[in-house]
């Protein structure tokens, strides 16, 4: 019974991030693009690399991954319900 909440809790909050990223809501894709060329920007500066930053991951990528992530919390939440079962 401690499995199942487990998993019908975390199932549900991994899959609303993930669905909240892959259908770039408020453009939650974009705004993790532009998070990750500032970081590698700042990584490089403080390497002392003065040069372009790096295309670290797109938009198109974040939305994947967001992807792949709602699929799991889908699956987390069935097997929580199976779990009650």
Do not use: K, Q
Not at 10 to 37: D, H, K, Q, T, Y
Request: charged content about 15%.
């Amino acid at each position: 019974m401690g499995g199942a909440i487990v998993l019908l809790t975390v199932g549900p909050a991994v899959l609303l991030a993930g669905s909240w990223v892959a259908l770039n809501i408020r453009g939650s894709a974009g705004a993790l693009e532009r998070r990750a060329a500032a970081a590698a920007e700042l990584a490089m500066h403080a390497r002392g690399d003065l040069g372009p930053a790096r295309r670290v991951a797109s938009a198109a990528f974040y939305r994947f991954a967001g992807s792949v992530l709602a699929l799991c919390g889908i699956v987390l939440t069935l097997g929580g319900l199976l779990e009650l079962a």
